[in-house]
């Protein structure tokens, strides 16, 4: 028997403030509230720790949702990770709406970096008040380019493991 994944059910994250989190994600991201649950007690562990978990509509069956922990130590970061690293990227349709959205969201008060050129999809960078980073991507990739990539995905794995170097079996990419 094997694992038959139907879709991602919800991705979680910590939140310092659940009210301000949602209502940051509907005014930027319009994103609906789809609900809230909250509970005293941890059902998987139960822990006695309080929580609201929200959960947020990012489009086409996908859920965000995050917890807030009010006797928690205060959030961080992964200190050993760089801020660039971890992230939430969200597509969006198109160049025009990218543009669109990186206007909107300067409008909000926020500092957006980009676009940036990925070579098969252009990106934006902010922050979530959280300290998240939150990326909104369109793809510019032909079938073409993405039939290449997928071919060469399995020798660059293995010449990665084995230098830990940049394959170039891509970098038309960048070219």
């Not at 929200?54 to 200190?79: T, Y």
């Amino acid at each position: 028997m094997s694992v038959d994944l139907k879709r991602i059910h919800h991705v979680a994250y910590r939140c310092k403030d659940a009210k301000e989190t949602v209502e940051f994600y509907q005014r930027v991201l319009n994103m609906d509230f789809v609900l809230a649950i909250a509970e005293d007690e941890v059902p998987s562990t139960k822990e006695p720790d309080p929580y609201m978990h929200v959960f947020m509509d990012a489009g086409m069956g996908n859920v965000l949702a995050f917890f807030e922990l009010p006797n928690s130590p205060d959030m961080g970061r992964d200190e050993q990770t760089p801020i660039w690293v971890q992230h939430i990227a969200f597509e969006v349709e198109s160049m025009s709406a990218l543009e669109s959205a990186k206007v909107h969201i300067e409008a909000q008060g926020l500092e957006v970096l980009g676009p940036v050129n990925h070579g098969i999809f252009k990106s934006i960078y902010f922050f979530d008040p959280n300290g998240h980073r939150i990326e909104l991507a369109t793809n510019t990739g032909t079938p073409e380019q993405m039939r290449m990539l997928h071919e060469v995905a399995p020798a660059m794995i293995e010449e990665w493991s084995q230098t830990k170097r940049a394959p170039q079996h891509a970098a038309w990419l960048h070219e």
